[in-house]
Structure formats: structure tokens, C-alpha cells
């Protein structure tokens, strides 16, 4: 019964920040780990960021550009990105689930999945 809606994402020129926002119901939201994964045009989906005890994790490309937080009160996640690149460009989708921190970085650990909004970075 868990569902995920996704917003925030744009248009932004090379260099630019969005704050994207995973909005989680349907249970208790403090019990599961939410991540970010993208999937740009002929591309695989990767894996963007998750968090998870307290820890937070990372795409490399990702690092000092992108931060994850979350708002238990809100029921919400959040991904900020900033000095976007056109390499960023995807749709981002939000995934909830109970993945072992070895696991995290793939899509079968997480059992839910919002319908993804699109990021174009693009002069």
C-alpha cells in the first residue's frame, strides 16, 4: 500500500540546483529506507543516493553535488542537486524499501517505486 509521488524536477541550465521531493504514504514512513535512482535516455537505471541508519550514500558522480535529507514529520525525501550537469539529465524516480546496507544500490532491494519526474539540464 505504499505509494510515492515524486516532484520538483525541471528544466535548469548547467550549474543550476532543483530540490526534488519523494512524498511517501500508505505506512510508517520512519521504517523504510527511500533512495533516488535516475534513468537517462539508452541508459540503464543507476542508482543516485539513498538513506539509510542515519548514514547517507552516494553515486560517485553524485558526491559534493547532491545531498539527501528526510523529513519523518513530513513523510517525505528529499534530493538536493547542485552544479548540475547535462550528464544529469534522467527521469528520478524515489524507491522505498528494506535493503541491507550491501544491497541499497540496486533496484530489486526496493519493493517500491514512484512514477519519476523529469530533470533536464540543458543550455
Known amino acids: 500500500q505504499v505509494q510515492l509521488v515524486e516532484s520538483g524536477g525541471g528544466l535548469v541550465q548547467p550549474g543550476g540546483s532543483l530540490r526534488l521531493s519523494c512524498s511517501f504514504s500508505?505506512?510508517?514512513?520512519?521504517?523504510?529506507?527511500v533512495a533516488w535512482f535516475r534513468q537517462a535516455p539508452g541508459n540503464e537505471r543507476e542508482f543516485v543516493s539513498a538513506?539509510?541508519?542515519?548514514?547517507?550514500y552516494y553515486l560517485d558522480s553524485a558526491k559534493g553535488r547532491f545531498t539527501i535529507s528526510r523529513d519523518n514529520a513530513k513523510k517525505a525525501v528529499y534530493l538536493q542537486m547542485n552544479y548540475l550537469r547535462p550528464e544529469d539529465t534522467a527521469v528520478y524516480y524515489c524507491?522505498?524499501?528494506?535493503?541491507?546496507?550491501?544491497?541499497?544500490?540496486?533496484?530489486?532491494?526496493?519493493?517500491?517505486w514512484g512514477q519519476g519526474t523529469q530533470v533536464t539540464v540543458s543550455s
Open positions: 524507491a522505498a524499501g528494506h535493503p541491507i546496507t550491501s544491497s541499497l544500490r540496486y533496484e530489486s532491494s526496493y519493493g517500491y
Open positions: 538513506f539509510k541508519g542515519g548514514s547517507t
Open positions: 500508505g505506512d510508517v514512513f520512519s521504517r523504510y529506507t
